[in-house]
C-alpha cells in the first residue's frame, strides 16, 4: 500500500510535468539555499529545506487540489 509522501510525491512530479513554467523558479530556490559539504557537492539539509518558501507553497497547493486523493489513502 502507498504511504501518504508517496501520493504526494507523485502528484508534486505530476504537476510539475503537466505545468513546466513552474521548474525554473523551484530550481532556482534550491539553488539559492542548497549548500555544499566537504567535498563539493551540493545537497539540501533540513535547515535549508526550511527555507525553501517557494517549494513549500507548490506542495501545499497540490495537496489542497488533490485532497481527494490523499484523503482515500486510509488504514482500516
Known amino acids: 500500500m502507498f504511504s501518504h509522501r508517496t501520493v504526494v510525491s ?3 512530479l505530476f504537476q510539475l510535468a503537466a505545468n513546466p513554467e513552474y521548474l525554473e523558479p523551484l530550481r532556482a ?3 539559492r539555499i542548497g549548500e555544499q559539504n566537504e567535498d563539493g557537492k551540493f545537497h539540501l539539509s533540513f535547515a535549508s529545506l526550511r527555507e525553501a518558501r517557494l517549494l513549500d507553497s ?3 497547493e497540490v495537496m489542497r487540489l488533490k485532497g481527494d486523493t490523499i ?3 486510509r488504514y482500516t
Request: hydrophobic residues 50%; aromatic residues 16%.
Open 10 to 12: 507523485q502528484w508534486v
Open 71 to 73: 484523503s482515500t489513502m
Open 58 to 60: 507548490f506542495i501545499r
Open 29 to 31: 530556490e534550491l539553488s
